[in-house]
Every structure is written in C-alpha cells, then in structure tokens.
T-cell receptor
C-alpha cells in the first residue's frame, strides 16, 4: 500500500515568493494533519482536517499560511509570501477517525527560503 | 495542560543495553499514548502505542510502561542496537480532539 505522498520533497525559493506544498493521504483515511518541524520548535501541528473540513487551525502561524482540502485524496499548504523563518520540514500525516488514533506521516517537504 | 514533557533530550547507550525515555502529561482526558521513531531525513513512524486500560505493552524489544496515577509513561528499548539510533517522540491525544500533542523528542545514540 502506498503511504502518505508529499510533493515536492525539496523546495528552495526566494523570500516573497509563493510556496505550495502538496499531500495525498492514505486511501480510506479521513483525517489529515499538517506539521512543521524545526530544531528550535520541534514538531508543531499547524492544522488538521476531519472529512475534508478544517477542525483546528490554531497552529497556523500567520495569515501568510493557508491550507485546503478540496477532496479526500488531496490537500495543499500554501505560504504567501514566504519568509526565511518559514524554512523547515513540513510533514503531512493521515489517520482514521474511527481508528485507535494512529497517524501515519509522509516523508516531508524540506523548504528553504533564502 | 496540553503539554507532554519528555526526557532526556539525548541519550547514549551501549549496544545491548536498555534505553529508557520518559514522558509526563497533565491532561487527564488523554487516552491514547503513542511513541514515534524518526530517522534523519524521514518522517516520524509509529512505533508502539498504549491506552490507559493497561499498564504495559510489549512489541518485540520495545515496551511501553504506563502509570496512570502518576500521569507518566515511558519507552524501554531492550537489547539496544546501533540501528535503533534515531529520535524518539512520545505523544498523547484524547478528549474531544484527535490531534496528537508531541513531546520534544529524545535523540538516542546506541554505540557499537
């Protein structure tokens, strides 16, 4: 079975540019989570969706960040405009609402903003 | 009250030894406690998890010990191997939300 798929795996962009990160959850999973990982702040939950509906976006750092889940098999995290402090690894994870609570992580997107 | 406190920050163990990582929580609504393992350049991977109705769960060399009254849980890695060298995260969830609250991570190095 395919796991969580994220693209791109690496992104290098200049400050002020728009960045879009993409995620395809595991088929049959109805919860999707976006995380950011940095050395300084560890693993932070940015936003999560249940059944394609955003449930908690309290971790989204600023209005520059937005996330969408137009259908059960696709989600995007957009940063506009990007800033150097956004440099981090962004993970997408998925799980089943009716499951034990397990979340399965994708390989991550390493974002570098210069 | 939403925090999960993890210690130690880093740990060095000799091959064949026992690695122990501890976590503590405050929110009594938490009812699911997983441990994740992360290798460099990879996403965290679910290792083992426990619910509060049992005090211990073992899967191979990995054991979770759970103390509900103390609101603490720990990961024990028996016969630690160099391949176990990774960062380990504890987490917790429960109540009205299915989001996980992660600890700050423990960098484990198993020396050959």
């Amino acid at each position: 079975d395919a796991g969580v798929i994220q693209s791109p795996r690496h992104e290098v962009t200049e400050m002020g540019q728009e960045v879009t990160l993409r995620c395809k959850p595991i088929s049959g999973h109805n919860s999707l989570f976006w995380y950011r990982q940095t050395m300084m702040r560890g693993l932070e939950l940015l936003i999560y969706f249940n059944n394609n509906v955003p449930i908690d976006d309290s971790g989204m750092p600023e209005d520059r960040f937005s996330a969408k889940m137009p259908n059960a098999s696709f989600s995007t995290l957009k940063i506009q405009p990007s800033e150097p402090r956004d440099s981090a690894v962004y993970f997408c994870a998925s799980g089943r609402l009716a499951g034990e609570g397990e979340q399965y992580f994708g390989p991550g997107t390493r974002l570098t903003v210069t | 009250q939403q925090q999960v406190k993890q210690s130690p920050q880093s740990l060095i163990v000799q091959k064949g030894g026992i690695s122990i990582i501890n976590c503590a929580y405050e929110n009594t609504a938490f009812d699911y406690f997983p441990w994740y393992q992360q290798f460099p350049g990879k996403g965290p991977a679910l290792l083992i998890a426990i619910r509060p109705d049992v005090s211990e769960k073992k899967e191979g060399r990995f054991t979770i010990s759970f103390n509900k009254s103390a609101k603490q849980f720990s990961l024990h890695i028996m016969d630690s191997q160099p391949g176990d060298s990774a960062t380990y995260f504890c987490a917790a969830s429960g109540g009205a939300t299915n989001k996980l609250i992660f600890g700050t991570g423990t960098l484990l190095a198993v020396q050959p």
